[in-house]
């Protein structure tokens, strides 16, 4: 069973950072892309950051400059790194990957980040 789990989130105060943390499990075939997104609430879910098996990288205008994204295949994990936080940076944010050979893409159970003013 394929698994994603999600660490790192928190509160923070505005300017602060924060690195969230993703690990897959329990498949045998490689990870192809990987992306954080995140959801406020009564908002839609965004996608944050992309990056995929090569390690081409994809950013939100609104964190672009504050953000980075990488990955460890030897792990499957992916971590976003975020700098300069702003409360409007405060939502549910999701890790999500999809897989050669398989037809669907998984998401973790998501973590919350609360930028306080």
């Known amino acids: 069973q394929i698994q994603l789990v999600e660490s790192g989130g928190g509160l923070v105060q505005t300017g602060g950072s924060l690195r969230l943390s993703c690990a897959a499990s329990?498949?045998?075939?490689?990870?192809?892309?990987m992306g954080w997104y995140r959801q406020a609430p009564g908002k839609q879910r965004d996608l944050v950051a992309l990056i995929d098996i090569g390690g081409r990288t994809n950013y939100a205008d609104s964190v672009k400059g504050r953000f980075t994204i990488s990955r460890d295949n030897s792990k499957n994990t992916v971590y976003l790194q975020m700098n300069s936080l702003k409360p409007e940076d405060t939502a549910v944010y999701y890790c999500n990957a999809d897989f050669f050979a398989l037809p669907y893409d998984y998401w973790g159970q998501g973590t919350q980040v609360t930028v306080s003013s």
């Open positions: 329990g498949s045998t075939f490689s990870i192809n892309n």
